[in-house]
């Protein structure tokens, strides 16, 4: 049974370029959620999809978007890309989005370097 | 709004070590609290869950139990291992106004383990 997926592993950009993650969920999961995680910090949470829906959103900027595919695979887009957004990108799946709680299981990330 | 607090490191033990890592947490209503463990290079894995007051969560030695009381969830094992050099990061899970849940980290503990 394959865990959570992602890719790249790494990605390099310069500032004011646009950048695609993309995760692929536990199988049977349908709910995806994305962190970001700074250097020497825990991981923020990012939004989350759920039926093809961003469902709930974190403090980030419109800059940072995402998409849910009818088969529960996930990207996130990062527009005009800045110093700061350097970090490791955590995707997390998970099933159904009730008032559960539903265990989440991460990926091992993307790790993006904004020169 | 909801948060995590835990104590910064790195906490250094030699081999076979008692550890504590204090984690305590702030809160609406009545959050399921976790302990991750971090790899380096790694994504993060769950390490133990506790869902309501007084339950004990425990894995591969470690234990922690929530208190409501004192809002606390401390990581503890007896005896560490090598093995066991790590960031580990408490988290708890948050209802959104949408019914969703999403999970807020603590800023992550490094443990360095000596032989």
């Known amino acids: 049974d394959a865990g959570v997926t992602q890719s790249p592993t790494h990605l390099i950009k310069t500032r004011g370029q646009q950048v695609t993650l993309r995760c692929s969920p536990k199988s049977g999961h349908d709910t995806v959620s994305w962190y970001q995680q700074a250097l020497g910090q825990g991981p923020q949470f990012i939004f989350q999809?759920?039926?093809?829906?961003?469902?709930q959103r974190g403090n980030f900027p419109d800059r940072f978007s995402g998409h849910q595919f009818p088969n529960y695979s996930s990207e996130l887009n990062v527009n005009a890309l800045l110093l700061g957004d350097s970090a490791l990108y955590l995707c997390?799946?998970?099933?159904?989005?009730?008032?559960?709680?539903?265990?989440?299981?991460f990926g091992p990330g993307t790790r993006l370097t904004v020169l | 709004g909801n948060s995590v607090t835990q104590m910064e490191g790195p906490v250094t033990l030699s081999e076979e070590a008692f550890l504590t890592i204090n984690c305590t947490y702030t809160?609406?209503?009545?959050?399921?609290l976790f302990w991750y463990v971090q790899y380096p290079g790694e994504g993060l894995q769950l390490l133990l869950k506790a869902t309501k007051a007084d339950d004990k969560g425990s894995n591969k030695g470690f234990e922690a139990t929530y208190r409501k009381e004192t809002t606390s969830f401390h990581l503890e094992k007896g005896s560490v291992q090598v093995s066991d050099s790590a960031v580990y990061f408490c988290?708890?899970?948050?209802?959104?106004?949408?019914?969703?849940?999403?999970?807020?980290f603590g800023t992550g503990t490094r443990l360095l383990v000596s032989p």
């Open positions: 988290a708890l899970s948050g209802r959104m106004n949408t019914g969703f849940q999403k999970l807020v």
């Open positions: 997390a799946s998970s099933l159904g989005g009730g008032p559960s709680y539903n265990e989440q299981f």
């Open positions: 999809y759920y039926e093809e829906e961003e469902r």
């Open positions: 809160a609406t209503g009545y959050p399921s």
